[in-house]
């Protein structure tokens, strides 16, 4: 069975600093292409963060680049998020997906989800 | 504000037909394949359809997917009230520094 399980979430005061994981079990990890989703309370989805298969392309959305650091562990089927400086604005239910081939276009599937809360 | 745009509500009764549009613009649905995820409360989204109208294993042929030059639509049908949920659009969009991008979301109530 794929599957997807993040952890590292929890309660951060601003400008302070978070890493989350998402381990993968059910699939070859390191060939596929990997994303980080966002959720923040009430609200939509929010793409946070790419990786590729082996590692050598990331991209950011504009919200977090500069603070945010993708990586992945092929040897530990893991993925991960660094998160620094955090802010207010980041508290959201950060989620892991896999992409899917070909396209790439979406999404398959998606982690349990772990809370991040920025707050004083 | 989300770059694509759902309504934010829908309701049909149960064994009716409902459809969620999700429209976008030439830098991403019109030059993109679209995906549809179904998102019930404290849970995480499951993907429906990809490629604008495939279907993954398990997804009931009930839901379809269909795209007209910048919009697209997810069909349900034969409602249940198991599908009260809510509902994605998703796809890549070229402008520069966009990335992945989704609609804010539709919920579906089926009365």
């Known amino acids: 069975e794929v599957q997807l399980v993040e952890s590292g979430g929890g309660l951060v005061q601003p400008g302070g600093s978070l890493r989350l994981s998402c381990a993968v079990s059910g699939f070859t990890f390191s060939t596929y292409e990997m994303i980080w989703v966002r959720q923040a309370p009430g609200t939509g989805l929010e793409w946070v963060s790419y990786?590729?298969?082996?590692?050598?392309?990331?991209y950011y959305a504009d919200s977090v680049r500069g603070r945010f650091s993708i990586s992945r562990d092929d040897a530990k089927n893991s993925l991960y998020l660094q998160m620094n400086s955090l802010r207010a604005g980041d508290t959201a239910v950060y989620y892991c997906?896999?992409?899917?081939?070909?396209?790439?276009?979406?999404?398959?599937?998606w982690g349990q989800g772990t809370l991040v809360t920025v707050s004083s | 504000q989300s770059v694509l745009t759902q309504p934010p509500s829908v309701s049909a009764a149960p064994g009716q037909k409902v459809t969620i549009s999700c429209s976008g613009s030439?830098?991403?649905?019109?030059?993109?394949?679209v995906s549809w995820y179904q998102q019930f409360p404290g849970t995480a989204p499951k993907l429906l359809i990809y490629d604008d109208n495939k279907r993954p294993s398990g997804i009931p042929d009930r839901f379809s997917g269909s795209k007209s030059g910048t919009s697209a639509t997810l069909g349900i049908t034969g409602l249940q009230t198991g599908d009260e949920a809510d509902y994605y659009c998703?796809?890549?969009?070229?402008?520069?520094?966009?990335?992945?991008?989704f609609g804010g979301g539709t919920k579906l109530t089926v009365l």
């Open positions: 998703g796809t890549w969009d070229t402008s520069p520094g966009a990335g992945w991008v």
């Open positions: 030439t830098s991403n649905i019109g030059d993109n394949y």
């Open positions: 997906a896999r992409l899917g081939r070909d396209s790439g276009n979406w999404f398959d599937p």
């Open positions: 990786i590729s298969d082996g590692g050598h392309t990331v």
